[in-house]
């Protein structure tokens, strides 16, 4: 049994285990062990719940406490796994680059458009279209960024993204199940995130907390959009370990807050 509680990383739409390549190798440097589970086969949420706990269960155990961190589509899963009573296996929860609303009405045009280019095989124009709102205004024009990018969606292929949009279009709001957390809560967030907005995670912080005595934090990162594992990838690193160590003090250019109040301290 290790002395650290492993780390579950859940990825997001069209993204990779490269999308955490970074927090993986720090987090292993750092002696966790570190999981990022399959989250291309399911059709909708509560099946992708139900298999990443079995891919757990499979490598920790049926009991084991982890670290659960959640990215996007990944942060959606997570808030399943507390509607299907499993929040006991938290040690502590990461709600990353999310938010706790159902799929919006509106969005339903622009996925069946990107799900059309995927059943055309089109999966690198469908992530020049995706582009421009997964990173902050100041990453557009960064090449590498695009390119690394791309290569995921590309690498994901036309099943597993429509299987992954099937997925987050299913879901439903988790916004009346934030005042059930009970595990220590991180939400980080780009201070210029298009998807999951700063307002969205205003919002979990204040459902999380409610009346407890600050069981959750927000981390915003500055110059940052929604792919923040790789925009901001040292900052969300050092922010997941001091969150996992309870150890005081933030990275520079993460805004830290723990009431509802909008006020920044920083750190």
Known sequence: MPDKAPVILISGLS???????HQKAALEAAGYEVLIPDHTKATNM?????????????K???????????FSMGGYAAL??????????????TLLSTNA???????????????????EGKMEEAANSMFNTMV???????????????????????????????TIISRSESLSVLKDIKARTAIIVG????RSTLEMAWEMLSGINGSKTWPATLAVAKD?????PLEQSEAVTKTLIKHFEKTLGYPPGISIHRTVAREFEMH
């Not at 796994?81 to 938290?90: I, L, S």
């Not at 940052?224 to 923040?228: A, I, R, V």
């Open 15 to 21: 993204c990779t285990e490269e999308l955490f390549a």
């Open 46 to 58: 509560a099946e992708l719940s139900s298999s990443i706990i079995n891919e757990i269960n499979k």
């Open 60 to 70: 920790f155990g049926s009991t084991s406490k982890v670290h659960m961190v959640g």
């Open 80 to 93: 399943q796994m507390v509607k299907d009573g499993h929040q006991e296996r938290f040690e502590t929860l």
């Open 101 to 119: 609303r159902a799929d919006l009405p509106e969005k339903a045009a622009s996925r069946a458009q990107l799900i059309q280019l995927a059943r």
């Open 136 to 166: 902050c205004k100041k990453n557009l024009n960064d090449e590498q960024l695009r390119k690394d990018f791309i290569k995921m969606v590309v690498d994901t292929g036309p099943e597993h993204f429509i299987n992954q949009m099937e």
């Open 191 to 194: 201070d210029g995130d298009q």
């Open 224 to 228: 940052c959009g929604h792919l923040s």
